[in-house]
């Protein structure tokens, strides 16, 4: 078993990244695999980015994935762009991953938004970058949240193409593992919009940064409806606050949506929203605690990076070798 995962080096993460992808890298350490999670800053610059603050940003995700409980010791923690590699397979997959393929993609056309002539080319080929990622570790299993399951497929989709053509079965097909409650959290103003980075309001997010303090207000304000918690499951389909903020407490709680429901069902929001507030700030405040003393030590996270980069390139090169010489390319 082989796991790859990535977060963009853009912004400060938040509930959704800690619950659909930290968590889950985490909990991933009881298993008997090998794992290489990166700081996609190659993926970042696909959008503007101040090269003032870059570097600062890529070291704020490795110290959330520190302050998560991911360690160096367990798994390889690196940059994306100090593993060469990845452009290279990334160029080569260029030339296996189709137009129409890409033309499907979602994510384009919400970040492209209404101006597509103007948004950069990396915006457009990122999937066959992120393809290139987890292909070139050979990855059996990718943890993401559930935004990610169309790239996910179209690398899939490359891997059975590259396989296809060149008569080889030499890319696994990597199966995601973006199941449970945390898979797709959303904003504490809007149940039917994505909790994100770029939401102009704070309070639809609760970040790996916030205090307790600004954790329970922010839950205390959070929408919700006015009726009572359901009995089961069901009841919570077309009440898509509701079903965030019981999904929210069943994946940080490590329990189902029925269990959340046997100790809730009956009971309003009242009573839900501080019980609520307890477990995000129990499970989260060490959390960032631990993050803002790792903040100020970015010799440690240099340190951490650099180890990984030297663990991800031996792993990494002989792949582009071997896919070298399968394509015929020389040397
Ligand atoms: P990114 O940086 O947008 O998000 C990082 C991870 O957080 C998950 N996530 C969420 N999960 C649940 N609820 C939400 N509201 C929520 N918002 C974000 C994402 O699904 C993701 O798992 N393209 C990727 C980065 C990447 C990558 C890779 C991932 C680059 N190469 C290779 C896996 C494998 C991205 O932009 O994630």
């Known amino acids: 078993m082989r796991i790859l995962s990535g977060i963009q080096a853009s912004g400060s993460l938040h509930l959704g990244n800690y619950l659909g992808a930290l968590k889950k890298f985490t909990d991933m ?14 993926h970042a610059i696909t959008v503007w980015q101040d090269p003032a603050n870059l570097l600062s940003q890529t070291r704020e995700i ?12 367990q798994s390889v923690i690196f940059a994306q762009s100090s593993v060469p590699e990845h452009t290279e397979l990334g160029w080569l997959f260029n030339c296996v991953a189709r137009l129409g393929w890409l033309d499907r993609m979602t994510q384009f056309k919400d970040k492209a938004g209404k101006d597509k002539e103007r948004a950069s080319i990396g915006l457009y080929t990122y999937p066959v970058l992120q ?24 690398t899939r989709d490359v891997a059975k193409k590259f396989n296809h053509d060149y008569k080889t079965d030499y890319f696994p097909l990597p199966e995601t593992l973006y199941q449970g409650p945390g898979a797709r959290i959303m904003s504490l103003r809007d149940g039917l919009a994505k909790m994100s980075k770029s939401d102009p309001s704070d309070n ?12 329970a207000s922010k839950i205390k304000k959070a929408k919700s409806d006015a009726e009572v918690l359901p009995e089961a ?5 077309d009440r898509p606050e509701a079903k965030n903020l019981v999904g929210i407490y069943a994946a940080l709680a490590g329990v189902s949506v029925q269990d959340v429901l046997n100790d809730f069902g009956g009971k309003g929001f009242g009573a839900f929203k501080p019980a609520l507030a307890d477990v995000v700030v129990d499970k989260m405040s060490p959390v960032s605690e631990r993050l803002r003393g790792l903040l100020n ?11 990984g980069a030297e663990k991800a390139r031996a792993a990494a090169a002989p792949v582009v070798q071997d896919v070298k010489k399968i394509i015929g390319l020389w040397g």
């Open 62 to 73: 490795a110290a959330c994935y520190l302050a998560a409980g991911v360690t160096p010791e």
């Open 29 to 42: 350490q009881a298993l008997d695999a090998e794992r290489f999670y990166m700081i996609a800053d190659l």
């Open 131 to 154: 393809a290139a990622d987890i292909l070139l570790y050979k990855a059996t299993h990718v943890p993401v949240g559930e935004d990610q399951r169309q790239h996910l497929e179209l």
């Open 233 to 237: 499951p069901e009841g919570l389909d």
């Open 297 to 307: 030590e970015p010799t440690e996270i240099d340190r951490v990076l650099k180890i």
């Open 204 to 215: 639809s997010r609760i970040n790996l940064t916030d205090t307790a303090d600004t954790i």
